[in-house]
């Protein structure tokens, strides 16, 4: 299995903070990779698709880079709807599998 | 828009069987595309379970494949888990989720249903 990490695995910040979370994978996924916002008793919301692609729809304050085993989602500005926890996803091979996510609160 | 909607039992006996099933619409389950359950216990992270081709071709997470099948009714559009020998580490809410057009995961989910693992 492919083991995916992440840092911080929770952050406090202010809003209007630039605010960037890092996955690693333990192996190559070329750019196999989501990130997703999941705020309490809701369902994941992809943000980011293919390491670096904006999902339609969410602003353009969130962005991602990295290819291979190292991986970032920035946010430029932080805004008070952006509290939430934060977690990648490869989909490069068998079984998918997510990293264990960043929780980022009001500071 | 493709929508997803799990429903099942919210209380399953330790030993006993999960099942649950999620019905697509805004779409159909014979799409290129391949079917998933995604679960997360109350406060942690989120596990991929497995996933189905609207052939029946399946791949299952290691971690659960002897306890785990995934199944499809293209009559109903729907698809379906089943977790036996169930334990309280298995209780959950349990998504049903697809990868976008590109085939790119995950895009769509459904709301989540809880399944609660208790006598």
């Known amino acids: 299995d492919i083991q995916m990490t992440q840092s911080p695995s929770s952050l406090s910040a202010s809003v209007g903070d630039r605010v960037t979370i890092t996955c690693r994978a333990s192996?190559?996924?070329?750019?196999?990779l989501g990130w997703y916002q999941q705020k309490p008793g809701k369902a994941p919301k992809r943000l980011i698709y293919a390491a670096s692609s904006l999902q339609s729809g969410v602003p353009s304050r969130f962005s991602g880079s990295g290819s291979g085993t190292e991986f970032t989602l920035t946010i430029s500005s932080l805004q008070p709807e952006d509290f939430a926890t934060y977690y990648c996803l490869q989909h490069n091979s068998y079984p998918f599998t997510f990293g264990p996510g960043t929780k980022v609160d009001i500071k | 828009q493709v929508q997803l909607q799990e429903s099942g039992p919210g209380l399953v006996k330790p030993s006993g069987t999960l099942s649950l099933t999620c019905a697509v619409s805004g779409g159909s389950i014979s799409s290129s595309n391949w079917w998933s359950w995604v679960r997360q216990p109350p406060g942690k992270g989120l596990e991929w379970i497995g996933e189905i081709y609207h052939s029946g071709s399946t791949n299952y997470n290691p971690s659960l494949k002897s306890r785990v099948t995934i199944s499809v009714d293209k009559s109903k559009n729907q698809f379906s888990l089943k977790l036996s020998s169930v334990t309280a580490a298995d209780t959950a809410v349990y998504y049903c989720?697809?990868?976008?057009?590109?085939?790119?995961?995950?895009?769509?989910w459904g709301q989540g249903t809880l399944v609660t693992v208790s006598s």
């Open positions: 192996q190559g996924i070329r750019n196999d």
């Open positions: 989720a697809r990868a976008d057009a590109m085939g790119l995961e995950f895009l769509y």
